[in-house]
């Protein structure tokens, strides 16, 4: 079955191994008119079926960089190097299967997510017992059983013990973030789909639908990656011409110098192409190979060379150079007439914590978060009311609490006073029984390695640096400044980030962002980097890229992958070509027999695809800055809160 599923892949391959074993088997038993018109008429027909393809991509606008392995079939034809040409028709027939072979090395890590997907869970019956059920009929709420080491279904939070008791787990989450170490996760904390569970049985209740769970999202991406096609005729077309002249110029030169034929075919038979036509798309491969090692999805072979050759970075700021999380920085009680707060800064923050269970503003979960942090217990209100875009007013222990933004409290409470506010910075206004009672201020902090990420940028040669944003000018220009930005256009809207960057120069440009009204930025931008861990499906469904861990380092390691596959493909092209001229110049002093110079010049072909191959390594340099950047990623981390810009003029 096997050897059959390789004569239905690789015909043309099959085909001529067999006519080379038949002429050598005629060859020895002395059947000479046979040994020469067989190979002569099967080269005929390779020649007649490579020339329909070359036509194709003559009629696209491509030349045909195989002419030359065409001419070269031809004339060894016709000055009797019949084995020869049969030679140079399995290079030109096995070029697809050595293809093949090196690019399923380069997609391992690729394929690896794709085997691995689960396909049921088992869910948890309200008596205690599981069933198996297909992954599509899970729902969001559903508790699922995830034994040892086996892969988390969908994304999920993780529950406490049947007891009730805190559990702590340990998930290996490499094959989605490139973390090698295990993460230790605890009940209510948010686990991954695709996450690889430790030594202990856990319960997951689910928050997502397997379609839309981040593993699904990857696994749909790794199958668009594994399914391009890496761009290798606008890289060979660079060099087609010149070294098919050079090898005709080579060959004609001999001939005319020898004034024998057979010079000229000695030296086109080793002219071999393929390290113009495999070793780009083997390199661009194990590129996107290496990239998915390091948490970034890389859609296509072409956008890998755009990577490589990326001169100017845009960024969204909410969400992407900053956590996208409001944080709290600090809570201040209103004070009386003699300078004493009138609430403690605990209870101040226990009552709008207990108020803001009720709001679906996106700074509640920072305020709740903020106070489970310090061990106060949120207390359910006896009557709430929200008002859209303003605030909430709840009844609690008996007290009527108001916490909102100062125009909503002022409304309702006396005594209001403004908060003297920083860049970036956002109030939340407290009343309690018709008095003002304090301030709550948060602000979205800039990413503890995003300085460096746009430092290694610039030291790859990314020399312009630009922030877009829909954000207040004060805020953007704030957090510029921490991450050493000098450009920034604030108050865009996504028309506005549209425009700027299909005029921005130089090119090509990449855009990174998050949200949804990331999507058409990302669309027009010659490189479209989305940050997917935690940003709009929107966005990631339209970049060309996508980060899946919530890290803005990976851009830089996206720009870096790029570079070197690019220096590697480049490399593997001019190894070839430089062996070939080399030996085309021995060839044309009649040194190389016909047969040895299309044995050498599969040897050529190898060397090129294994160094192409390098690209799913890293140099030595490039792994340093990689370390660097993932430690820095160590630094404190903001309190959990939403996925949303902070409005710096006020609450809601």
């Not at 027909?45 to 070359?54: D, E, H, L, T």
């Not at 920083?422 to 939340?428: D, R």
């Not at 996206?558 to 021995?586: H, N, Q």
Request: proline fraction near 4%; charged fraction near 20%; glycine fraction near 8%.
């Amino acid at each position: 079955m096997r050897a059959l599923g390789i004569i239905r892949s690789y015909p043309w391959v099959v085909a001529t191994l067999l006519a080379l074993v038949v002429t050598l088997v005629l060859e020895l038993t002395g059947s000479q008119d046979t040994a020469r018109w067989l190979p002569s008429a099967y080269g005929l027909m390779v020649v007649a079926w490579v020339s329909v393809g070359m036509v194709k991509d003559l009629m696209r606008g491509h030349w045909g960089i195989d002419i030359l392995a065409v001419t070269a079939i031809l004339s060894t034809i016709l000055v009797g190097e019949h084995i020869a040409a049969l030679i140079v028709c399995l290079m030109l027939t096995g070029g697809e299967a050595l293809e093949d072979y090196a690019a399923s090395r380069a997609k391992k890590s690729l394929s690896s997510l794709l085997e691995r997907a689960p396909q049921v869970a088992h869910r948890l019956q309200h008596d205690g017992s599981t069933v198996d059920v297909p992954l599509e009929e899970v729902e969001i709420g559903d508790r699922l059983l995830v034994r040892p080491a086996e892969v988390v279904p969908v994304d999920g939070i993780l529950s406490d013990s049947p007891e009730g008791e805190t559990v702590e787990a340990d998930f290996d989450e490499s094959s989605l973030t490139g973390e090698s170490l295990p993460v230790t996760r605890r009940t209510g904390e948010e686990i991954l789909s695709g996450a690889l569970n430790g030594q202990q049985a856990v319960v997951v209740e689910a928050t997502a639908a397997a379609k839309d769970s981040q593993f699904a999202r990857i696994v749909e991406l790794v199958s668009e990656a594994s399914e391009s096609r890496a761009p290798m005729v606008r890289l060979a077309d660079r060099y087609a011409v010149p070294f098919t002249l050079a090898a005709y110029a080579i060959g004609g030169i001999a001939w005319a110098i020898a004034g024998d034929p057979v010079r000229f075919a000695e030296v086109l038979v080793v002219a071999t192409p393929c390290p113009l036509l495999i070793a780009p798309p083997v390199a661009f491969l194990g590129g996107m190979s290496r990239a998915a090692k390091n948490g970034v999805m890389v859609k296509s072979g072409g956008t890998v060379e755009t990577l490589g050759r990326v001169r100017t970075a845009a960024f969204d700021k909410t969400g992407t150079l900053t956590y996208g999380r409001p944080e709290l920085l600090s809570i201040c009680p209103a004070t009386d007439a003699r300078g004493r707060p009138v609430v403690s800064p605990e209870e101040l923050l226990r009552l709008t914590g207990s108020a803001e269970q009720y709001s679906v503003h996106v700074l509640a979960d920072t305020i709740r978060a903020a106070a489970a942090a310090r061990g106060l217990e949120l207390i359910s209100a006896s009557e709430a009311r929200e008002e859209a875009t303003n605030g909430i007013q709840a009844e609690i222990e008996g007290r009527d609490v108001i916490v909102g933004k100062s125009s909503y409290v002022n409304a309702h409470t006396t005594g209001v006073e403004l908060a003297e506010l920083q860049p970036g910075q956002s109030a939340v206004y407290i009343g309690i029984d018709g008095a003002f009672a304090g301030t709550l201020i948060l602000s979205d902090r800039l990413r503890a390695n995003a300085t460096a990420t746009l430092a290694e940028l610039e030291r790859q040669g990314v020399g312009r640096r630009v922030m877009l944003t829909g954000d207040a000018e004060d805020t953007a220009r704030h957090i510029a400044a921490q991450a050493g930005i000098d450009e920034v256009q604030a108050d865009l809207l996504p028309e506005d980030k549209v425009r700027l960057v299909q005029e921005v120069e130089p090119r090509p440009v990449m855009m990174v962002g998050d949200g949804v009204n990331d999507a058409p930025v990302l669309a027009v931008s010659d490189v479209g980097i989305a940050m997917g861990a935690r940003g709009s499906t929107a966005a990631s469904e339209t970049a060309d890229v996508v980060i899946v861990r919530d890290d803005i380092s990976r851009a830089a390691v996206a720009v870096s992958v790029g570079r070197r596959t690019l220096r590697v493909a480049k490399e593997s092209i001019w190894v070839g070509i430089a062996l070939s001229i080399v030996l085309m110049l021995i060839a044309a002093f009649g040194i190389i027999p016909a047969i040895i110079g299309a044995l050498l010049q599969e040897v050529v072909d190898i060397v090129a695809i294994a160094n192409s191959l390098r690209a799913m390594r890293g140099g030595r340099d490039e792994l340093a800055d990689f370390a660097v950047l993932q430690d820095s990623t160590a630094e404190a981390r903001p309190q959990a809160g939403a996925d949303s810009s902070v409005d710096p003029a006020g609450r809601r």
